[in-house]
């Protein structure tokens, strides 16, 4: 990952001094090269981990070849040598050369070529920043699904921006009064969706959106939406389905592959990571690295697994062993990585395979989002039974005794009551991770909880 910040105000908030201020703090996102840019209304800076194009001409922030525009990128764009083939077309009277053969020049001309309607033309995950230096206008951009992070300051007048909030939190300018609703929705669903923070005026910019910033303010467009690339079309043969979904598997790990750098892959030994790791062994020339952590409590190991997959694949296979101490490590350090409230445990298996990998390879594939694509969690099936007229009728008596019964079946009861949430998703998924209901948070809070859209 490489780290982004900035800054563009019209009555000199921010000082040059503060692209250093916050490209320090995020230094451990990129180690390998930093860089600034400023022009008096402006401020863009850049921490970058190379993985392609290692060459000090792949810097950033990068000008464009008009000297018009300036980019500072965080991500990786899977297609952009097709990109790039496509300018070289259309600009064939010019002869147009790349100075590098990185992602970032590309993203950069294309922007330059078609404008913001270039960001249809990207597969990848990103957060972008370009900045108009003639138009003095700001341009931030992330990926469809927000893979990559991306925060900003927003005061009515100054805006700031970066991969962590703790970049921004770095400036004394900035307003750091905590938003109380952010607290609410942290105990109902165990983090604080986008677009807000736990400040009041730091925000997350929503997924498959940009933002644009000139003299006239700030204005949000969102420029996907899953909802609207749904397709009616049902694939009603399952072998069909299954060669469709072996060739969408097999293209988007050979895009990831894409790598100047060693590369390998997390594997817990189920079955999304263990499928991300079949695909790169049969694409790969070289022997696949594979992490994984197993630990000393039997009850909680579950590394003979990986093992039994790496063994099949025939990886060069990392296992590390933790204890109950080695975790208990890791909690201070947490508070430097996190930037807000956030209850998922699984953050410390991830951090221990991360510090291992980070010894052998400087890319790393996961099964991570494998649940979501295939509605792997228990909540789609409960959506789908409470949805259900027939088991509307009888809830509420369920509920009710349910509730004067066992703590197991009292939580059953919990789940059952409905009526107490805002949204029916967001309630499933509070109860399956033993977090409180709306009820329980109104009782504890005099502001109302705001609207989840989950």
């Not at 699904?145 to 400036?171: C, H, R, V």
């Not at 594997?267 to 991300?276: A, E, M, N, P, R």
Request: neutral net charge; aromatic residues 12%; charged residues 20%.
């Amino acid at each position: 990952m490489c780290g982004i910040a900035g800054f563009l105000s019209f009555n000199d908030y921010f000082k040059e001094e503060d692209i250093q201020l916050m490209t320090d703090r995020i230094a451990h996102r990129g180690p390998d090269a930093s860089g600034k840019f400023y022009d008096g209304t402006c401020g863009l800076g850049h921490r970058r981990l190379s993985i392609i194009d290692l060459s000090d001409r792949a810097n950033q922030p990068m000008h464009s070849a008009n000297d018009r525009y300036v980019i500072a990128y965080n991500g990786e764009v899977y297609n952009f040598q097709q990109i790039g083939a496509q300018l070289k077309e259309s600009n064939a009277d010019l002869k147009f050369k790349f100075r590098t053969s990185s992602d970032t020049e590309i993203i950069l001309e294309a922007f330059v070529h078609s404008g913001i309607d270039f960001v249809h033309q990207l597969n990848g995950m990103f957060a972008i920043a370009i900045y108009d230096k003639y138009e003095k206008e700001l341009y931030l951009i992330r990926d469809r699904l927000g893979i990559k992070p991306l925060m900003y300051y927003w005061d009515g007048q100054n805006l700031a921006f970066a991969s962590e909030i703790k970049a921004l939190t770095q400036l004394s300018q900035i307003d750091k009064e905590i938003n109380n609703a952010s607290i609410g929705d942290f105990l109902h669903i165990g983090f604080i969706p986008a677009p807000n923070t736990i400040y009041k005026k730091i925000f997350k910019l929503s997924p498959g959106s940009y933002l644009k910033i000139d003299k006239n303010g700030i204005a949000t467009t969102r420029y996907w939406n899953i909802k609207q690339k749904l397709s009616n079309n049902i694939i009603n043969s399952k072998e069909e389905a299954l060669v469709k979904l072996s060739d969408l598997l097999m293209s988007s790990v050979q895009y990831q592959l894409r790598s100047d750098v060693p590369f390998g892959v997390f594997l817990s030994g189920g079955i999304d990571s263990s499928l991300v790791t079949a695909q790169a062994v049969n694409l790969s020339s070289v022997k696949v690295n594979t992490f994984s952590i197993g630990f000393e409590e039997n009850s909680h190991n579950e590394s003979e697994y990986a093992k039994a997959v790496a063994n099949h694949l025939g990886t060069k296979h990392h296992e590390f062993i933790v204890s109950y101490k080695d975790a208990i490590n890791l909690i201070d350090s947490i508070f430097e990585v996190y930037d807000e409230l956030n209850a998922d445990s699984s953050f410390i298996p991830t951090m221990l395979v991360s510090k291992l990998a980070k010894n052998y390879v400087t890319v790393t594939l996961s099964g991570e989002g494998g649940d979501e694509l295939f509605f792997g969690y228990g909540s789609y099936q409960w959506a789908r039974r409470l949805s259900s007229p027939l088991f509307n009728i009888i809830r509420k008596p369920m509920a009710f005794a349910f509730s004067h019964m066992s703590s197991r079946y009292n939580r059953i009861g919990k789940l059952l009551r409905t009526e107490d949430s805002i949204n029916l998703m967001s309630h499933i998924l509070s109860q399956e991770q033993y977090l409180f209901t709306t009820s329980e948070i109104k009782k504890l809070f005099m502001n109302p909880m705001r609207h989840l859209d989950l």
